[in-house]
């Protein structure tokens, strides 16, 4: 599975982006697919999951009202709705895909996306 990461950019805060995750080589239905991210000198944070099937959704308690986690299964990608952005919320953010259900760890995930860069401005 190659996963391809898009979307980030620079926003305001109080603004919002969505984020992509577009994969090749293998269907994602399958799969359970993460979002995580990591602040300069920070260890990586999870923020959000959907499981395979059922489209369980996971995220963390102070990401749940902001973030929204979906995919597109006709076209093999999953996405990640940002509202209400902080400057807290810079990082590069990474998409994963594995096999265990909407995982909160980063070790759960096989393969991962090379990243995309927010940069949430005050």
């Known amino acids: 599975v190659q996963l391809q990461a898009s979307g980030g950019g620079l926003v305001q805060a109080g603004g919002s982006l969505r984020l992509s995750c577009a994969a090749s080589?293998?269907?994602?239905?399958?799969?359970?697919m993460g979002w995580f991210r990591q602040a300069p000198g920070k260890e990586r944070e999870f923020v959000a999951a959907i499981a395979g099937s059922p489209d369980f959704t996971r995220y963390p308690d102070s990401m749940k009202d902001r973030f929204t986690v979906s995919r597109n299964k006709a076209e093999n990608t999953v996405y990640l709705q940002m509202n209400s952005l902080k400057p807290e919320d810079t990082a590069v953010y990474y998409c994963?895909?594995?096999?265990?259900?909407?995982?909160?760890?980063?070790?759960?995930?096989?393969?991962w996306g090379q990243g995309t860069l927010v940069t949430v401005s005050s």
């Open positions: 994963a895909a594995g096999l265990n259900f909407a995982a909160v760890v980063s070790r759960a995930y096989s393969y």
């Open positions: 080589g293998r269907t994602l239905s399958t799969y359970s």
